[in-house]
C-alpha cells in the first residue's frame, strides 16, 4: 500500500492547526473523503441534480441510474444476495432505530430477551432499551472479559430459548474489541434468535461477507468510510425485509394511495420514503470503488500495523493506562493519569494532532471501566507511523505542561 500517494487523494491532509501539519486521529468518528468523493458528489450536482424514480426526463434517468448503481456497489460490497437487502439510511443510528421499531417491537413480547454487551455505542442501546420497555420484554448483558473481549462460553449462556435478538457492535468504537460474529450468529440461530449487527466500526475497515456471516441486520455509516456524511445502510434478509412494516411513510415508498389506506412498494424502496439521499449514496458509492481499488484486506493490514505500533509505544511512556484487549482494531484509548481528557485532546490541538475525548456515546462501557472519560487516537489508511510518533511527542508534551502547571 502506497500510503504517501493516498495521503495525495485526501485535500485536507494539506491543513495545517496552529501552525503545525495536520495529524488526523479521529477517523472512528468521521473519515476524510478522498478527491474522487469529492468529485462525485460535485458532478451529480453539476450535471444530474434530479429526483431518483419519478420524472422520465434525461437528469432524472441519470440521477436513477447513478443511485442505483450505488446500491449495488453496495451490495456487492458485503456480498447481499440482492440489492432488495440494501436499504439507503441517514446512517447507523437511523438503521438500528428502524430495525427496534419495524422489527423488534411487533415482535416482542413479556418474557422474551434482548441480548446485547457494554461496550455498545448508544446507538446500539437505547434503541433495545426503549423496545424491552415498550414490550415488557428483558435487556440482558453478555459479561465482559477484563480486557473487554468477550468469550463465546459466556455468549453461549446468556443467549437463552427466550432470546429473540442479539445484538452487537462488529467491533468496539472504543476498546478496539473485534467480536467473533460468525461464531454468535450460530449461537443465536440455534436458539431461534435473529442477530443486528452494528458494523459502522465493521465496514470500513474490514471485508464484510453478511452471507459468511450469516447475520440477519447488519449496519454502517457511510462517513465513517470515506463517504459524505448523513448515508448509511441497513442490509437485512429478504424475508426479514418483507415481514417489516415501515417506520416512515411519505412519498416514493408508496404503491398505492386511497382516501383511507395506502400500500407499500416493494424491496427496498419501501424503507426509503421521500427524496432519498440520493448525493450522499452516490458519493457511498464512489468511497466504495476507492476503498475497493486499494483493498480491504490492505487496509486491514496496515492498520493493525499502526494500532501495535501505537499501543507498543504508548506502553514505553510512564503514566498512561491503554484500555483494550491485545488483538484489537485500528484505535487506541488511553488516559494520562491526573490529565482530564479534555485537557490532553485540547493541548494535543495546539500541536495539529487531533483525537478524540470524551464518552463516545458509551457510558455503559465508561462505567466498567471505571472513568468518566478517554482519548481515543483512531487510525485509517491515510494514516502514518510518522502520525503516531506526532502524537506521542505531543502526548511527552502534554504531561510536561501538566506537571509544570500542578
Not at 412519498?251 to 419501501?270: C, H, N, Q, R, S
Not at 504508548?314 to 485537557?343: C, K, S
Amino acid at each position: 500500500m502506497d500510503v504517501q500517494a493516498i495521503r495525495q487523494e485526501f485535500p485536507i491532509l494539506n491543513e495545517e492547526i496552529n501552525g503545525h501539519p495536520l495529524v488526523y486521529l479521529d477517523s472512528a468518528a468521521t473519515s476524510q473523503k478522498p478527491q474522487q468523493v469529492l468529485d462525485a458528489v460535485n458532478d451529480y450536482y453539476k450535471q444530474a441534480n434530479s429526483n431518483v424514480h419519478r420524472g422520465v426526463h434525461t437528469l432524472g434517468t441519470r440521477a436513477t441510474e447513478q443511485y442505483e448503481g450505488a446500491r449495488e456497489k453496495v451490495r456487492a460490497f458485503l456480498n447481499a444476495r440482492s440489492t432488495a437487502e440494501v436499504i439507503f439510511t441517514r446512517g447507523t443510528t437511523t438503521s438500528m432505530n428502524t430495525i427496534a421499531y419495524g422489527y423488534a417491537r411487533p415482535n416482542l413480547q413479556e418474557g422474551d430477551e434482548v441480548v446485547v454487551t457494554q461496550m455498545e455505542h448508544h446507538s446500539n442501546l437505547i434503541p433495545w432499551q426503549q423496545a424491552v420497555k415498550a414490550s415488557g420484554a428483558t435487556l440482558k448483558y453478555i459479561p465482559l472479559q477484563d480486557d473487554g473481549s468477550i468469550s463465546l462460553d459466556d455468549v453461549r449462556t446468556t443467549v437463552t430459548e427466550n432470546t429473540k435478538i442479539v445484538a452487537i457492535t462488529h467491533v468496539s468504537n472504543v476498546l478496539g474489541t473485534i467480536n467473533p460474529i460468525k461464531e454468535i450468529a450460530a449461537i443465536a440461530h440455534d436458539h431461534n434468535a435473529v442477530i443486528v449487527v452494528d458494523g459502522a466500526q465493521g465496514a470500513p475497515h474490514m471485508n464484510v461477507d453478511v452471507s459468511d456471516l450469516d447475520c440477519d441486520f447488519y449496519a454502517f455509516s457511510g462517513h465513517k468510510m470515506c463517504a459524505p456524511t448523513g448515508v448509511g445502510v441497513l442490509y437485512g434478509k429478504k424475508d426479514l425485509l418483507e415481514s417489516m412494516e415501515p417506520v416512515e411513510f411519505g412519498g416514493e415508498m408508496i404503491d398505492f394511495v386511497d382516501l383511507y389506506d395506502a400500500t407499500w412498494k416493494e424491496l427496498p424502496w419501501k424503507f426509503e420514503g421521500g427524496t432519498p439521499i440520493i448525493a450522499g449514496a452516490i458519493g457511498l458509492g464512489a468511497a466504495i470503488d476507492f476503498l475497493n481499488d486499494i483493498g480491504l484486506d490492505n487496509i486491514l493490514e496496515h492498520e493493525q500495523q499502526l494500532a501495535n505500533y501505537a499501543t507498543e509505544k504508548l506502553r514505553t511512556m510512564d503514566g498512561i493506562t491503554i484500555y483494550g484487549p491485545e488483538e484489537r482494531a485500528a484505535l487506541v484509548t488511553f488516559n494520562l493519569d491526573d490529565v482530564h481528557p479534555h485537557d490532553t485532546a485540547t493541548v494535543l490541538d495546539a500541536e495539529g494532532v487531533a483525537v478524540r475525548a470524551g464518552h463516545h456515546c458509551a457510558q455503559p462501557l465508561m462505567k466498567w471501566l471505571d472513568v468518566t472519560a478517554t482519548a481515543r487516537a483512531s487510525f485509517y489508511l491515510y494514516n502514518t507511523t510518522e502520525d503516531i510518533d506526532r502524537l506521542a511527542d505531543s502526548l511527552v508534551n502534554t504531561k510536561e505542561f501538566f506537571g509544570d502547571v500542578f
